[in-house]
């Protein structure tokens, strides 16, 4: 019973992440007990979320249960934001100002690196699909300035992989003022830190190349094939790189980030 306590609850988490109230629900809803759940475990799963946000696990949460094409339960929990930061102008050190701001279903959360799975790999798979790239292409086929610094041996299938070699991150925040700067840094001042296929070091400078290769075959930037074509066509009408202000007020903030010495939250595009 505990192992499918723990279940729910990480299922909640996950599903909360990228789904929200709409004006009319896609799914259609249901008791537990019509679909074959034991309801005692749809609500001792929102009681383990709630009473880890009590411990500060995190500040709050938004959760769904669906089966059989089917809601069954969809709850939001705590705060989506519980504090203001701001930089005092006599010592400049951070104050922190208490502020709750309560979970709606409606906030829209931050995927961060979930994007290099729903936005990113998705896009690539589709440009598979149509036959217009192939996994084990060399990536200077689509980007010839990329096999700087011998990198020319890298394929489309190592950087999907993490195993092409090139190094975990980079603070192109300092070093670059725009995605240009960053194509090129890639290009011309990192060289491969292991042999093609060797090793797998997850990397975001290879999800980084493997988006430009899509802006690169399709002709259009990847927030905009991504809407185009996956976004879009399936109803997912919050999910989307760069929000105008009217979604941006629905967003939680993320994190303070100690290594910009910022907020990264949502007045940040």
């Known amino acids: 019973m505990k192992k499918q306590i723990v279940y729910m609850t990480l299922a909640l988490f996950l599903l909360g992440v990228v789904f929200h109230a709409a004006a009319s629900d896609p799914l259609p809803w249901a008791n537990p007990w019509d679909v074959g759940m034991d309801y ?20 709050g949460a938004v959760g769904i249960v669906i089966k059989d094409g089917h809601i069954i339960a969809r709850r939001a929990l705590g705060n989506a934001q519980t504090n203001l930061i701001y930089r005092s102008p006599d010592n400049e050190k951070l104050q922190f100002i208490p502020m709750s701001q309560r979970m709606l279903e409606s906030t829209i ?5 979930v994007t290099k799975m729903v936005a990113c790999t998705t896009s690539l798979m589709i440009l598979i699909e149509e036959g217009k790239i192939k996994l084990d292409d060399p990536v200077v086929k689509y980007i010839p300035s990329f096999g700087a610094r011998a990198k020319d041996k890298v394929t489309i299938r190592h950087l999907m992989t993490h195993s092409s070699g090139l190094p975990a991150w980079a603070a192109f925040w300092v070093t670059c003022v725009n995605r240009e700067e960053v194509y090129r840094s890639i290009d011309e001042d990192f060289a491969l830190e292991y042999p093609p296929g ?10 980084i190349k493997l988006g430009q290769i899509v802006e690169t075959v ?12 996956i976004f879009e ?8 790189y760069l929000p105008w202000l009217q979604r941006r007020l629905r967003v939680a903030p993320t994190e303070y980030d100690p290594l910009r010495d910022t907020r990264v939250e949502r007045h940040c595009p």
């Open 40 to 59: 005692r475990y749809v609500n001792r799963a929102f009681t383990e979320a709630a009473a880890a946000i009590g411990e500060k696990a995190a500040p």
């Open 109 to 113: 959360f931050d995927l961060a690196s």
């Open 198 to 207: 060797e090793n797998r070091i997850y990397s975001d400078l290879g999800f």
């Open 218 to 229: 399709t002709g259009q930037r990847l927030d905009h094939f991504t809407k185009e074509r």
């Open 233 to 240: 066509p399936l109803g997912m009408d919050d999910t989307m």
